[in-house]
Protein backbone atom coordinates (compact mmCIF):
# COMPACT_ATOMS: atom_id res chain seq x y z
CA UNK A 1 0.00 0.00 0.00
CA UNK A 2 2.01 2.53 -1.07
CA UNK A 3 1.93 6.80 -0.69
CA UNK A 4 4.66 7.27 -3.49
CA UNK A 5 7.29 9.71 -2.78
CA UNK A 6 7.27 13.15 -3.87
CA UNK A 7 7.74 16.63 -1.96
CA UNK A 8 9.00 15.88 1.60
CA UNK A 9 5.66 16.12 3.51
CA UNK A 10 3.18 15.85 0.96
CA UNK A 11 -0.23 15.58 1.89
CA UNK A 12 -1.98 14.02 -0.71
CA UNK A 13 -5.23 13.19 1.76
CA UNK A 14 -5.83 16.63 2.12
CA UNK A 15 -9.05 17.40 0.08
CA UNK A 16 -6.73 19.94 -1.80
CA UNK A 17 -3.41 18.18 -1.86
CA UNK A 18 -0.21 19.84 -1.58
CA UNK A 19 2.59 20.63 0.43
CA UNK A 20 0.83 22.80 3.45
CA UNK A 21 2.49 26.27 4.26
CA UNK A 22 0.60 25.77 7.79
CA UNK A 23 2.89 22.39 7.89
CA UNK A 24 -0.11 19.95 7.78
CA UNK A 25 0.38 16.70 6.68
CA UNK A 26 -2.76 14.14 6.39
CA UNK A 27 -2.23 10.86 7.58
CA UNK A 28 -2.97 8.44 4.80
CA UNK A 29 -6.47 7.33 6.06
CA UNK A 30 -8.41 5.99 2.96
CA UNK A 31 -5.07 3.66 2.38
CA UNK A 32 -5.41 2.49 6.12
CA UNK A 33 -8.71 1.55 5.79
CA UNK A 34 -8.07 -0.70 2.69
CA UNK A 35 -4.90 -1.83 4.92
CA UNK A 36 -7.09 -3.05 7.47
CA UNK A 37 -9.31 -4.85 5.00
CA UNK A 38 -6.62 -6.29 3.33
CA UNK A 39 -5.20 -7.86 6.04
CA UNK A 40 -8.43 -9.07 8.05
CA UNK A 41 -8.23 -11.33 4.87
CA UNK A 42 -5.32 -12.98 5.54
CA UNK A 43 -3.31 -11.32 3.70
CA UNK A 44 0.20 -9.65 4.65
CA UNK A 45 0.88 -6.23 3.66
CA UNK A 46 3.16 -3.26 3.86
CA UNK A 47 1.77 0.61 4.15
CA UNK A 48 4.58 2.60 3.12
CA UNK A 49 3.77 6.61 3.31
CA UNK A 50 6.76 8.08 1.45
CA UNK A 51 6.47 11.99 1.35
CA UNK A 52 5.77 11.42 5.40
CA UNK A 53 8.96 9.55 5.76
CA UNK A 54 10.57 11.90 3.36
CA UNK A 55 11.70 8.45 1.87
CA UNK A 56 13.26 8.78 -1.75
CA UNK A 57 12.33 6.63 -4.92
CA UNK A 58 15.70 4.55 -4.30
CA UNK A 59 14.58 3.40 -0.78
CA UNK A 60 11.00 3.01 -1.89
CA UNK A 61 12.28 0.80 -4.86
CA UNK A 62 14.76 -1.58 -2.10
CA UNK A 63 11.90 -1.44 -0.06
CA UNK A 64 9.30 -2.79 -2.32
CA UNK A 65 12.04 -5.20 -3.77
CA UNK A 66 12.87 -6.55 -0.57
CA UNK A 67 9.17 -7.15 0.21
CA UNK A 68 8.18 -8.48 -3.16
CA UNK A 69 4.95 -7.92 -3.33
CA UNK A 70 1.94 -9.32 -5.96
CA UNK A 71 0.09 -6.49 -5.80
CA UNK A 72 0.94 -2.73 -5.60
CA UNK A 73 -1.97 -0.06 -4.28
CA UNK A 74 -0.95 3.36 -5.59
CA UNK A 75 -3.03 6.34 -4.08
CA UNK A 76 -2.51 9.31 -6.07
CA UNK A 77 -3.96 12.43 -6.84
CA UNK A 78 -4.19 15.60 -9.33
CA UNK A 79 -1.14 17.58 -8.45
CA UNK A 80 0.99 14.73 -8.24
CA UNK A 81 -0.39 12.38 -10.83
CA UNK A 82 2.66 12.19 -13.24
CA UNK A 83 5.02 11.45 -11.10
CA UNK A 84 3.19 8.63 -9.42
CA UNK A 85 3.15 6.93 -12.88
CA UNK A 86 6.76 7.17 -12.85
CA UNK A 87 7.27 5.90 -9.64
CA UNK A 88 4.68 2.59 -10.89
CA UNK A 89 7.01 2.79 -14.02
CA UNK A 90 10.41 2.06 -12.14
CA UNK A 91 8.46 -0.41 -10.17
CA UNK A 92 7.54 -2.20 -13.21
CA UNK A 93 10.86 -2.56 -14.18
CA UNK A 94 12.27 -4.00 -10.87
CA UNK A 95 9.14 -6.06 -10.27
CA UNK A 96 7.93 -7.44 -13.61
CA UNK A 97 5.11 -9.65 -12.65
CA UNK A 98 4.03 -7.41 -9.80
CA UNK A 99 0.07 -5.99 -10.58
CA UNK A 100 0.10 -2.18 -9.88
CA UNK A 101 -3.44 -0.93 -9.20
CA UNK A 102 -3.72 3.22 -8.75
CA UNK A 103 -6.60 4.23 -6.58
CA UNK A 104 -7.48 7.86 -5.26
CA UNK A 105 -9.71 11.00 -6.42
CA UNK A 106 -7.96 11.51 -9.83
CA UNK A 107 -8.00 8.01 -11.36
CA UNK A 108 -12.09 7.54 -10.21
CA UNK A 109 -12.50 10.77 -12.01
CA UNK A 110 -10.37 9.61 -15.18
CA UNK A 111 -10.37 6.34 -15.28
CA UNK A 112 -9.79 5.68 -18.97
CA UNK A 113 -7.45 8.66 -19.71
CA UNK A 114 -5.60 7.38 -16.63
CA UNK A 115 -5.16 4.13 -18.09
CA UNK A 116 -3.95 5.49 -21.78
CA UNK A 117 -1.24 7.55 -19.92
CA UNK A 118 0.76 4.56 -18.89
CA UNK A 119 1.37 1.15 -19.40
CA UNK A 120 3.02 0.56 -16.06
CA UNK A 121 -0.96 0.91 -15.04
CA UNK A 122 -2.67 -2.32 -14.60
CA UNK A 123 -5.79 -1.13 -13.18
CA UNK A 124 -7.94 1.42 -12.01
CA UNK A 125 -10.23 0.86 -9.03
CA UNK A 126 -12.78 3.85 -9.12
CA UNK A 127 -14.28 5.02 -6.01
CA UNK A 128 -14.14 3.63 -2.56
CA UNK A 129 -11.32 1.36 -3.09
CA UNK A 130 -11.50 -0.92 -0.08
CA UNK A 131 -12.92 -4.11 -1.26
CA UNK A 132 -12.26 -3.42 -4.47
CA UNK A 133 -8.02 -3.94 -3.35
CA UNK A 134 -9.66 -6.74 -1.30
CA UNK A 135 -11.28 -8.70 -4.48
CA UNK A 136 -8.66 -8.02 -7.01
CA UNK A 137 -5.96 -9.66 -4.34
CA UNK A 138 -8.25 -12.78 -3.81
CA UNK A 139 -8.55 -13.02 -7.38
CA UNK A 140 -4.13 -12.34 -8.09
CA UNK A 141 -3.78 -14.91 -5.32
CA UNK A 142 -6.36 -17.53 -6.37
CA UNK A 143 -5.51 -17.01 -10.11
CA UNK A 144 -9.04 -16.35 -10.82
CA UNK A 145 -10.03 -13.83 -13.39
CA UNK A 146 -10.54 -9.98 -11.96
CA UNK A 147 -13.14 -9.55 -14.69
CA UNK A 148 -15.66 -9.56 -12.20
CA UNK A 149 -13.91 -7.41 -9.62
CA UNK A 150 -16.86 -4.70 -9.55
CA UNK A 151 -15.16 -1.26 -9.49
CA UNK A 152 -12.48 -2.11 -11.66
CA UNK A 153 -11.63 -0.81 -14.63
CA UNK A 154 -8.66 -1.97 -16.97
CA UNK A 155 -7.09 -2.92 -20.43
CA UNK A 156 -8.03 -6.13 -22.06
CA UNK A 157 -6.80 -8.01 -25.49
CA UNK A 158 -9.70 -9.15 -27.63
CA UNK A 159 -9.31 -10.22 -31.14
CA UNK A 160 -5.84 -8.77 -31.09
CA UNK A 161 -7.25 -5.41 -30.21
CA UNK A 162 -6.92 -3.88 -26.64
CA UNK A 163 -9.86 -1.89 -25.39
CA UNK A 164 -10.84 -0.85 -21.96
CA UNK A 165 -13.16 -2.10 -19.53
CA UNK A 166 -14.99 -0.99 -16.84
CA UNK A 167 -16.36 -3.46 -14.62
CA UNK A 168 -19.65 -2.72 -12.78
CA UNK A 169 -19.28 -0.37 -9.52
CA UNK A 170 -18.62 -1.12 -6.15
CA UNK A 171 -21.26 -0.74 -3.85
CA UNK A 172 -20.42 2.25 -1.31
CA UNK A 173 -19.74 0.56 1.53
CA UNK A 174 -22.81 0.24 4.42
CA UNK A 175 -22.68 1.08 7.79
CA UNK A 176 -22.42 -2.51 8.73
CA UNK A 177 -19.54 -2.68 6.77
CA UNK A 178 -17.68 0.48 8.22
CA UNK A 179 -18.48 -0.95 11.70
CA UNK A 180 -16.68 -4.69 11.28
CA UNK A 181 -13.52 -2.74 9.64
CA UNK A 182 -10.17 -2.79 11.84
CA UNK A 183 -9.52 0.60 13.44
CA UNK A 184 -7.47 2.76 11.35
CA UNK A 185 -5.63 4.01 14.51
CA UNK A 186 -4.26 0.18 14.63
CA UNK A 187 -3.43 0.37 11.45
CA UNK A 188 -0.68 3.87 12.06
CA UNK A 189 0.43 2.14 15.17
CA UNK A 190 1.54 -0.82 13.21
CA UNK A 191 2.76 0.71 10.31
CA UNK A 192 3.34 4.54 10.71
CA UNK A 193 5.38 6.75 12.86
CA UNK A 194 2.52 8.72 14.85
CA UNK A 195 4.66 11.76 14.92
CA UNK A 196 5.27 12.11 11.51
CA UNK A 197 1.27 13.87 10.79
CA UNK A 198 0.29 17.35 12.04
CA UNK A 199 -2.14 19.54 11.28
CA UNK A 200 -1.86 22.88 12.61
CA UNK A 201 -4.96 23.94 14.28
CA UNK A 202 -4.87 20.33 16.79
CA UNK A 203 -2.69 19.11 19.30
CA UNK A 204 0.61 17.15 18.47
CA UNK A 205 0.79 14.38 18.13
CA UNK A 206 -2.61 13.69 16.99
CA UNK A 207 -4.43 10.65 14.88
CA UNK A 208 -7.10 10.91 12.37
CA UNK A 209 -10.09 9.06 12.07
CA UNK A 210 -13.16 8.40 10.45
CA UNK A 211 -16.82 7.91 12.00
CA UNK A 212 -18.87 7.73 9.22
CA UNK A 213 -18.42 8.44 5.17
CA UNK A 214 -20.31 10.64 2.36
CA UNK A 215 -21.65 13.86 2.59
CA UNK A 216 -24.79 14.83 2.11
CA UNK A 217 -24.33 18.83 1.19
CA UNK A 218 -23.52 19.54 -2.09
CA UNK A 219 -20.59 21.96 -1.96
CA UNK A 220 -19.69 22.25 -6.30
CA UNK A 221 -15.97 22.02 -5.54
CA UNK A 222 -15.35 19.54 -2.35
CA UNK A 223 -13.56 16.59 -4.21
CA UNK A 224 -14.32 13.94 -1.82
CA UNK A 225 -18.23 13.46 -2.06
CA UNK A 226 -18.28 13.49 -5.80
CA UNK A 227 -15.19 11.39 -6.72
CA UNK A 228 -14.81 8.52 -3.49
CA UNK A 229 -17.22 8.69 -1.26
CA UNK A 230 -21.04 10.05 -2.51
CA UNK A 231 -23.88 11.62 -0.74
CA UNK A 232 -25.06 9.32 0.44
CA UNK A 233 -24.04 9.65 4.44
CA UNK A 234 -22.94 6.00 6.32
CA UNK A 235 -21.20 5.84 9.80
CA UNK A 236 -20.31 3.26 12.49
CA UNK A 237 -22.27 3.20 15.46
CA UNK A 238 -21.17 5.75 18.24
CA UNK A 239 -20.70 2.94 20.51
CA UNK A 240 -18.33 1.26 17.69
CA UNK A 241 -16.85 4.36 17.02
CA UNK A 242 -16.35 5.49 21.06
CA UNK A 243 -14.48 2.34 21.16
CA UNK A 244 -12.00 3.61 19.05
CA UNK A 245 -11.66 6.83 21.06
CA UNK A 246 -11.15 4.11 24.18
CA UNK A 247 -8.53 2.10 22.73
CA UNK A 248 -6.30 5.23 21.43
CA UNK A 249 -6.40 6.49 24.59
CA UNK A 250 -5.28 3.16 26.08
CA UNK A 251 -3.11 2.08 23.08
CA UNK A 252 -1.19 5.50 22.03
CA UNK A 253 -0.77 7.51 24.85
CA UNK A 254 1.47 10.06 22.99
CA UNK A 255 -1.67 10.91 21.38
CA UNK A 256 -2.86 14.54 22.78
CA UNK A 257 -5.89 14.85 20.20
CA UNK A 258 -8.39 13.09 17.39
CA UNK A 259 -9.09 14.67 14.50
CA UNK A 260 -12.74 12.77 12.94
CA UNK A 261 -12.36 13.70 9.43
CA UNK A 262 -15.68 12.98 8.17
CA UNK A 263 -16.44 15.42 5.38
CA UNK A 264 -19.29 17.21 8.18
CA UNK A 265 -19.31 14.74 11.43
CA UNK A 266 -22.55 17.69 12.07
CA UNK A 267 -24.65 16.39 9.63
CA UNK A 268 -26.46 14.21 11.54
CA UNK A 269 -27.22 15.83 14.85
CA UNK A 270 -28.95 12.76 16.55
CA UNK A 271 -25.73 10.37 16.08
CA UNK A 272 -23.27 13.42 17.31
CA UNK A 273 -25.01 14.14 20.55
CA UNK A 274 -24.99 10.07 20.99
CA UNK A 275 -21.66 10.00 20.25
CA UNK A 276 -20.90 12.84 23.35
CA UNK A 277 -23.71 10.74 25.25
CA UNK A 278 -21.32 7.86 24.79
CA UNK A 279 -17.94 9.59 25.39
CA UNK A 280 -19.41 11.56 28.77
CA UNK A 281 -21.27 7.91 29.67
CA UNK A 282 -17.74 6.31 29.91
CA UNK A 283 -15.94 9.24 31.78
CA UNK A 284 -13.44 9.38 28.73
CA UNK A 285 -11.56 11.92 28.91
CA UNK A 286 -10.11 12.31 24.85
CA UNK A 287 -9.33 15.95 23.28
CA UNK A 288 -10.95 15.55 20.04
CA UNK A 289 -11.97 17.90 16.89
CA UNK A 290 -13.95 17.62 13.76
CA UNK A 291 -15.15 19.28 10.62
CA UNK A 292 -18.32 20.78 10.48
CA UNK A 293 -20.99 23.34 9.42
CA UNK A 294 -21.52 27.20 10.16
CA UNK A 295 -25.36 25.70 10.75
CA UNK A 296 -25.13 23.53 14.13
CA UNK A 297 -27.15 25.26 17.29
CA UNK A 298 -25.83 26.31 20.50
CA UNK A 299 -27.38 23.25 22.33
CA UNK A 300 -25.46 20.76 20.22
CA UNK A 301 -21.94 22.96 20.31
CA UNK A 302 -22.32 22.84 24.23
CA UNK A 303 -22.64 18.76 24.39
CA UNK A 304 -19.94 18.46 21.97
CA UNK A 305 -17.99 20.96 24.86
CA UNK A 306 -18.60 18.84 27.80
CA UNK A 307 -17.55 15.56 25.82
CA UNK A 308 -14.51 16.95 24.83
CA UNK A 309 -14.62 18.69 21.40
CA UNK A 310 -11.70 20.95 21.62
CA UNK A 311 -11.77 22.70 17.86
CA UNK A 312 -14.05 22.90 14.47
CA UNK A 313 -13.45 23.03 11.37
CA UNK A 314 -15.44 25.15 9.28
CA UNK A 315 -15.72 26.23 5.44
CA UNK A 316 -16.73 30.09 5.56
CA UNK A 317 -15.71 30.50 2.17
CA UNK A 318 -16.94 34.06 1.43
CA UNK A 319 -18.74 36.81 3.17
CA UNK A 320 -20.53 37.28 -0.01
CA UNK A 321 -24.11 35.64 0.00
CA UNK A 322 -24.59 35.10 -3.83
CA UNK A 323 -21.35 33.05 -3.97
CA UNK A 324 -22.36 31.09 -1.05
CA UNK A 325 -25.56 30.35 -3.16
CA UNK A 326 -23.28 29.91 -5.97
CA UNK A 327 -21.04 27.17 -4.52
CA UNK A 328 -24.14 25.51 -2.99
CA UNK A 329 -22.75 26.41 -0.07
CA UNK A 330 -26.36 26.32 1.71
CA UNK A 331 -25.30 28.41 4.23
CA UNK A 332 -26.12 32.10 5.15
CA UNK A 333 -24.03 34.88 5.66
CA UNK A 334 -25.60 36.17 8.85
CA UNK A 335 -25.96 32.48 10.06
CA UNK A 336 -22.19 31.66 10.10
CA UNK A 337 -22.08 35.54 12.38
CA UNK A 338 -24.86 33.45 14.83
CA UNK A 339 -22.54 30.18 15.06
CA UNK A 340 -19.58 32.07 15.38
CA UNK A 341 -21.31 34.06 18.44
CA UNK A 342 -22.16 30.35 19.63
CA UNK A 343 -19.05 28.76 18.98
CA UNK A 344 -17.15 31.12 21.47
CA UNK A 345 -20.23 30.72 23.79
CA UNK A 346 -19.66 26.96 24.12
CA UNK A 347 -15.66 27.68 24.33
CA UNK A 348 -15.14 25.48 21.52
CA UNK A 349 -12.10 26.62 19.03
CA UNK A 350 -13.10 27.09 15.05
CA UNK A 351 -10.59 26.84 11.84
CA UNK A 352 -12.13 28.91 10.09
CA UNK A 353 -11.69 28.22 6.00
CA UNK A 354 -12.26 30.86 3.15
CA UNK A 355 -11.43 30.51 -0.81
CA UNK A 356 -11.19 33.05 -2.56
CA UNK A 357 -12.06 33.29 -6.90
CA UNK A 358 -14.99 31.21 -6.55
CA UNK A 359 -18.22 31.33 -8.87
CA UNK A 360 -19.14 35.55 -9.12
CA UNK A 361 -15.69 36.84 -7.34
CA UNK A 362 -14.35 39.80 -8.05
CA UNK A 363 -12.06 41.80 -6.11
CA UNK A 364 -14.49 43.86 -4.05
CA UNK A 365 -16.46 40.45 -2.82
CA UNK A 366 -12.36 39.69 -1.79
CA UNK A 367 -11.90 42.54 0.48
CA UNK A 368 -15.33 41.86 1.84
CA UNK A 369 -14.20 37.97 2.55
CA UNK A 370 -11.02 39.07 4.33
CA UNK A 371 -12.81 41.88 6.37
CA UNK A 372 -15.46 39.02 7.22
CA UNK A 373 -12.30 36.72 8.33
CA UNK A 374 -11.38 39.25 10.85
CA UNK A 375 -14.71 39.80 12.45
CA UNK A 376 -15.03 36.55 12.73
CA UNK A 377 -11.87 35.92 14.10
CA UNK A 378 -11.51 32.30 14.62
CA UNK A 379 -8.75 30.68 16.30
CA UNK A 380 -6.62 29.92 13.24
CA UNK A 381 -8.07 30.80 9.23
CA UNK A 382 -6.66 29.43 5.66
CA UNK A 383 -7.23 31.24 2.75
CA UNK A 384 -6.78 29.19 -0.58
CA UNK A 385 -7.22 30.25 -4.12
CA UNK A 386 -10.17 28.39 -5.87
CA UNK A 387 -8.61 24.46 -6.76
CA UNK A 388 -10.46 22.47 -9.12
CA UNK A 389 -10.49 18.71 -9.37
CA UNK A 390 -11.63 16.55 -12.23
CA UNK A 391 -14.77 14.66 -11.19
CA UNK A 392 -15.86 17.97 -9.41
CA UNK A 393 -18.62 20.61 -10.81
CA UNK A 394 -15.86 23.32 -10.28
CA UNK A 395 -13.73 21.58 -12.28
CA UNK A 396 -16.17 21.87 -15.12
CA UNK A 397 -17.56 25.26 -14.36
CA UNK A 398 -14.17 26.61 -14.84
CA UNK A 399 -13.28 24.22 -18.07
CA UNK A 400 -16.63 25.21 -19.54
CA UNK A 401 -16.12 29.57 -18.81
CA UNK A 402 -12.63 29.06 -20.52
CA UNK A 403 -11.18 29.74 -17.17
CA UNK A 404 -8.43 27.11 -17.01
CA UNK A 405 -4.97 28.15 -17.73
CA UNK A 406 -3.59 24.50 -18.10
CA UNK A 407 -4.90 20.90 -18.07
CA UNK A 408 -0.92 19.78 -17.08
CA UNK A 409 -1.88 18.39 -13.62
CA UNK A 410 1.74 19.21 -12.43
CA UNK A 411 0.17 22.93 -12.19
CA UNK A 412 -1.61 22.24 -9.48
CA UNK A 413 1.18 23.09 -7.62
CA UNK A 414 4.18 25.78 -7.32
CA UNK A 415 7.86 24.70 -7.81
CA UNK A 416 8.01 24.49 -3.85
CA UNK A 417 4.56 22.28 -4.05
CA UNK A 418 2.38 24.78 -2.85
CA UNK A 419 -0.56 25.20 -3.79
CA UNK A 420 -0.96 27.11 -7.15
CA UNK A 421 -4.24 28.37 -9.47
CA UNK A 422 -5.32 27.78 -12.26
CA UNK A 423 -7.92 29.45 -13.06
CA UNK A 424 -7.95 33.08 -14.17
CA UNK A 425 -10.50 35.66 -15.66
CA UNK A 426 -10.71 39.33 -16.90
CA UNK A 427 -10.45 41.40 -14.00
CA UNK A 428 -8.98 38.37 -11.57
CA UNK A 429 -6.38 36.50 -12.70
CA UNK A 430 -4.36 33.53 -11.43
CA UNK A 431 -1.34 35.58 -9.64
CA UNK A 432 -3.95 38.28 -8.24
CA UNK A 433 -5.75 35.37 -6.59
CA UNK A 434 -2.84 34.12 -5.12
CA UNK A 435 -1.27 37.36 -4.06
CA UNK A 436 -4.40 37.75 -2.42
CA UNK A 437 -4.29 34.45 -0.55
CA UNK A 438 -0.84 36.00 0.57
CA UNK A 439 -2.73 39.49 1.93
CA UNK A 440 -5.38 37.82 3.46
CA UNK A 441 -2.65 35.99 5.47
CA UNK A 442 -0.82 38.68 6.60
CA UNK A 443 -4.01 41.03 7.25
CA UNK A 444 -5.06 38.21 9.80
CA UNK A 445 -2.20 37.28 11.26
CA UNK A 446 -0.23 40.22 11.74
CA UNK A 447 -3.18 41.91 13.78
CA UNK A 448 -1.53 42.41 17.15
CA UNK A 449 -5.07 41.74 18.96
CA UNK A 450 -4.65 38.36 17.53
CA UNK A 451 -1.35 37.73 18.48
CA UNK A 452 -1.83 38.95 21.62
CA UNK A 453 -4.85 35.79 21.65
CA UNK A 454 -2.02 33.21 20.73
CA UNK A 455 0.26 35.15 23.63
CA UNK A 456 -2.39 34.52 26.48
CA UNK A 457 -3.19 30.87 24.90
CA UNK A 458 0.24 30.13 25.29
CA UNK A 459 0.18 31.34 28.79
CA UNK A 460 -3.13 29.92 30.13
CA UNK A 461 -2.85 26.80 28.18
CA UNK A 462 0.70 25.19 28.04
CA UNK A 463 -0.51 22.34 26.15
CA UNK A 464 -1.56 24.08 23.22
CA UNK A 465 2.37 25.71 22.66
CA UNK A 466 3.59 22.73 20.94
CA UNK A 467 1.13 23.20 18.52
CA UNK A 468 1.52 26.93 18.15
CA UNK A 469 5.39 26.55 18.04
CA UNK A 470 5.29 23.70 15.31
CA UNK A 471 2.86 25.55 13.05
CA UNK A 472 4.11 28.78 13.40
CA UNK A 473 7.52 27.86 12.38
CA UNK A 474 6.62 26.42 9.22
CA UNK A 475 3.90 28.91 8.88
CA UNK A 476 6.08 32.35 8.94
CA UNK A 477 8.50 31.44 6.62
CA UNK A 478 5.82 31.53 4.22
CA UNK A 479 3.67 34.49 5.35
CA UNK A 480 5.85 37.66 3.65
CA UNK A 481 6.80 34.67 0.37
CA UNK A 482 5.17 36.16 -2.38
CA UNK A 483 3.28 33.15 -3.79
CA UNK A 484 4.65 33.01 -7.09
Known amino acids: MLNPPFFPKFSKESRSPAVSKGGCIYFPIWLAYATGVLEQNGFEVKLLDAPAENKKLDEVLEIAEKFNPELVVVETSTPSYHNDVKVAEELKKKLKKTFILFVGTHVSALPEESLKESMAIDAIARHEYDFIARDLAIALRDKKSFEKVRGLSFRKTENGREKIVHNEDMPLISSEDLEKMPFASGIYKKHLKIENYFY ?285
Not at 205 to 219: D, E, L
Not at 298 to 312: D, H, N, P, S, Y
Open 200 to 484: PSILYPQVTIIFGRGCKFRCYFCVWPQTLMGHNYRSRTPKNFVNELEWISKNLPQVKEVMIEDDTLTQDKEKTMEICDEIIKRKLKIAWSCNSRADIDLETMQRMKKAGCRLMCVGFESANQQILNNIKKGTTVEKIRQFMKDSKKAGILVHGCFILGNKGETKETIRQTIEFSKELNPDTAQFFPIMVYPGTEAFEWAKSEKLLTTCNWNEWLLPDGSHNTIISRKGLSADELVEACDRARREFYLRPSYMLGRIKIALLQPKEIPRLFKSGKTFFKYLFKKGK
